[in-house]
């Protein structure tokens, strides 16, 4: 068997050993490429959210954390009436919100991918302009626009359509989802861009010769294949208006208030630490549960080759 083994050697042929080596060393390597990743993943996000939900299992006692654990915040939360209007207005706004950027986006990406040649580049570029400048100036912009001193009732007055300041635009649910759905729709665009600008142009002129109209074209080879990415820039976009703090509280008012400015009232002024996490920990929850779902929608019908 020795000699066998020196023959092989010899030979060049593997050996079991050699085999095995080769297989540690690929392993290896592969793991110390996703270390950074996994790194930042336990850093960054699961640690954190284990504090955040052990912070929801513990009780507030005037003012300070008391670590009894038990399960009292999320009582408290789920047998409140307003807790459940808040949480349906909250998803209902982020739905909206990322509905409407997606059917924004879709077909300004599909405009510059398939029109703009070798200019789509740029334009995306240009179209992405917003997210250079910061999140609170963006929104903060809007409510400059739609404010009783604002461009929108400026321009209205001198047309004469109405004769004085109207806060008919401000501090409601509706500007609440059109702040929100302009802030998401760079983000919702980026991911669409990047889904159609992937099809092979080929594909269309096959489905062309084959005499195929542009909408059986759009119905049957462009859809299938860029719904992966629709869905998430959707998901994307759902998951910034659901999360969203900033925006309800300078464009929302009462009536446009959402469970993001409830979590920072309850960390800031309510100082009631395990409560706050025991939404945090809901608003999470709930929008990992719906990514699921849209995550059933992100399956090929065809192949990108």
Avoid: C
């Avoid at 092979?200 to 719904?227: I, K, M, Q």
């Amino acid at each position: 068997m020795g000699n066998i083994g020196a023959d092989m050697m010899e030979a060049g042929i593997p050996t079991a050993a050699d085999s095995l080596w080769t297989r540690l060393r690929h392993v290896g390597r592969r793991t110390a490429a996703v270390l950074p990743m996994l790194a930042w993943v336990i850093l960054l996000v699961l640690i954190p959210n284990l504090f955040l939900l052990f912070y929801s299992l513990w009780q507030n006692n005037i003012g300070t954390v008391a670590h009894v654990w038990n399960v009292e915040n999320y009582r408290t939360l789920y047998g409140s009436q307003v807790f459940q209007i808040l949480i349906r207005r909250t998803f209902l706004i982020a739905v909206v919100s990322a509905g409407i950027a997606t059917l924004v986006a879709y077909p300004v990406a599909y405009i510059v991918v398939r029109k703009f040649g070798r200019f789509k580049t740029t334009a995306a570029i240009l179209i992405l302009v917003p997210l250079w400048f910061g999140y609170l100036m963006r929104v903060f912009a809007w409510r400059i626009i739609l404010g009783q001193q604002g461009v929108l009732n400026s321009f209205l007055n001198s047309i004469g359509l109405t004769h004085g300041p109207s806060g008919a635009f401000l501090y409601n649910t509706p500007s609440v989802i059109m702040t929100l759905t302009y802030v998401i729709i760079p983000y919702v665009f980026l991911s669409t861009y990047a889904a159609l600008d992937r099809v092979p142009r080929y594909l269309y002129e096959a489905s062309s010769d084959s005499g195929a109209s542009a909408w059986a074209t759009f119905r049957h080879v462009v859809w299938p294949l860029t719904r992966p990415g629709v869905v998430v820039g959707f998901a994307i976009g759902f998951a910034l208006a659901f999360g969203d703090y900033i925006t309800p509280a300078l464009v929302g008012g009462l009536s446009g208030t959402m469970l993001g400015s409830i979590v920072l009232q309850a960390f800031g002024t309510a100082d009631d630490w395990p409560l706050g996490a025991a939404i945090g920990m809901t608003i999470i929850a709930t929008g990992l549960l719906f990514l699921a779902l849209m995550a059933l929608f992100t399956r090929l019908e065809a192949p990108i080759e």
